[in-house]
């Protein structure tokens, strides 16, 4: 069974910075092709921020190019995503993602980000 658990979410003023964390409780991390970030906001779709394949290939939304980057510690069975200069449009719920080479994915609980203005 495969489990994804998140953290590092929370409270942090606009400009911040914050690092999330997903790791891979059961399994291992090498059976997905592509990992990945998405949030979701209130009354919004889900939507990618970050993805990175098992060849290292990166992926990020035009939104956060530039401030976010996404990096993946196969030794660990993690993903993260640092997060800086932060703002209120990034306030959302963070899921962490795993998608096999079957393209079936997995999620993440999800983990809240909020950024104060």
């Known amino acids: 069974q495969v489990q994804l658990v998140e953290s590092g979410g929370g409270l942090v003023q606009a400009g911040g910075s914050l690092r999330l964390s997903c790791v891979l409780v059961?399994?291992?991390?090498?059976?997905?092709?592509?990992m990945g970030w998405y949030r979701q906001a209130p009354g919004k779709q889900r939507e990618l921020v970050a993805s990175?394949?098992?060849?290292?290939?990166?992926n990020y939304a035009d939104s956060v190019k530039g401030r976010f980057a996404i990096s993946r510690d196969n030794s660990k069975n993690a993903l993260y995503l640092q997060m800086n200069s932060l703002n209120a449009e990034d306030t959302a719920v963070y899921y962490c993602?795993?998608?096999?080479?079957?393209?079936?994915?997995?999620w993440g609980q999800g983990t809240q980000v909020t950024v104060s203005a």
């Open positions: 993602s795993a998608a096999d080479f079957s393209s079936y994915t997995y």
């Open positions: 990175i394949s098992s060849g290292g290939r990166i």
């Open positions: 059961s399994g291992n991390i090498f059976r997905f092709n592509a």
